[in-house]
């Protein structure tokens, strides 16, 4: 059959296995639909097997109604369903009355002894629509769950998210992506979790709504990896100061609302903080001056700054550069080099940009441009070897 392929298709090289599982496990990590899983299985037979092992660690229950549930409940309840549940590792609702989640959970008590991940997205946590003993079920069909993730989700109460938290003993990770909170006021005592419950990672995305939660539980005591996105200057703060001493990384990425302010963020209470990663305008870094020229961070040892843009050609990069404020510059230089945080050891800049065709690639500013770009602004962090 060779002699009919063009040549170009004859000497194409593979892709080495790591790589290519890689990527699919990207893909699926993304939240590709086993639609588009089994797409991708039809490049060839180890790709096939691949994509359906990804495809069957997912259970997605979108749109589904009572009858569609019950439907999956007993194909899954079958001897080859059986063997897939002990792979299944997400369960995925989205975009459905809440008590089809339900009936999905009271019919999976000890069903799912591996799934890992847990993740509600567009839907209505109503009371009446569930059974009484919910959060019971949840706890019996999700007891393994290490990871939370809630997208555009409403919840009647704190009281209600805090019980749906609780359900979950052995949860370390939780996000909350634009999650509404209908009755804010949270009374003292009435929003409780479990002392051996180990909230380790918050990831929280216009959700300014759960911050009373986050304050009020004592889960935030023990927070160590935080997240901000479209950081909100009144409410965000209160979770800073709350988690305090426990954090250990920040991620900050600000919303346009903060543009031209510079005291937005007050790192005062994150005295054990060891690595920082903000998203941001490079013409505008005087709220990050501000913050690590006003503090001292002992443990501070990793600072990241990514900047996206839709245009990466090196002149336009170098005519950024050229209207940067270097005021701003000069203090961060100037207090990474200084003794308030002594333990500092590498600061990184990432330029992500999105190429339209293969055309265009080869305009992208190379690494070095980038690099002697950053290190004009920043000369004594690059003589010392710590700026990359």
Request: hydrophobic share 40%; proline share 3%; with cysteine.
């Amino acid at each position: 059959m060779s002699q009919y392929l063009t040549p170009h298709l004859r000497h194409t090289t593979q892709l080495p296995v790591e790589l290519w599982e890689k990527i699919i496990d990207v893909l699926a990590d993304e939240g590709y639909s086993a639609v588009r899983l089994q797409e991708l299985g039809l490049v060839c037979r180890a790709w096939h097997a691949r994509c359906r092992f990804r495809a069957n660690q997912v259970i997605r229950l979108h749109k589904m109604n009572k009858t569609l549930v019950y439907r999956l409940i007993g194909t899954l309840n079958e001897d080859h369903g059986r063997r897939r549940l002990s792979v299944v590792r997400t369960v995925d609702f989205s975009s459905g009355k809440i008590d089809t989640f339900g009936s999905f959970v009271v019919r999976m008590a000890r069903a799912l002894p591996r799934v890992e991940t847990l993740r509600l997205q567009q839907c209505k946590w109503v009371p009446g629509q569930l059974h009484s003993q919910v959060f019971m079920h949840i706890n019996a069909a999700f007891e393994s769950v290490t990871t939370l993730d809630l997208y555009v989700v409403t919840f009647p109460s704190p009281v209600a998210l805090g019980r749906l938290v609780r359900a979950l003993p052995r949860l370390s990770a939780l996000s909350f992506y634009a999650v509404k909170v209908e009755k804010r006021d949270v009374v003292p005592g009435t929003v409780q979790v479990p002392s051996t419950l180990r909230l380790e990672t918050v990831h929280l995305f216009d959700s300014c709504d759960v911050v009373d939660f986050l304050v009020t539980a004592t889960i935030s005591a023990c927070i160590k990896h935080l997240t901000f996105r479209d950081y909100d200057r009144i409410a965000c703060p209160r979770v800073l100061t709350t988690v305090g001493a426990s954090l250990s990384s920040l991620t900050i990425q600000p919303g346009s609302s903060l543009n031209g302010s510079n005291d937005f963020l007050d790192l005062t209470s994150a005295t054990n903080l060891r690595a920082l990663s903000v998203t941001a305008n490079l013409r505008d870094l005087r709220w990050l001056a501000s913050a690590l020229s006003h503090v001292t961070l002992s443990k501070l040892a990793y600072i990241e700054v990514v900047s996206t843009s839709f245009r990466c050609e090196e002149k336009y990069v170098q005519g950024m550069f050229d209207g940067i404020d270097n005021d701003a510059y000069m203090r961060i230089d100037r207090a990474l080099s200084g003794r308030q945080h002594r333990a500092f050891q590498r600061m990184e800049f990432h330029l992500r940009c999105r190429v339209e065709s293969r055309s265009n690639v080869v305009n992208v500013v190379s690494e070095c441009a980038w690099h002697a770009c950053i290190s004009s602004k920043l000369p004594t962090l690059h003589a010392s070897g710590r700026l990359q």
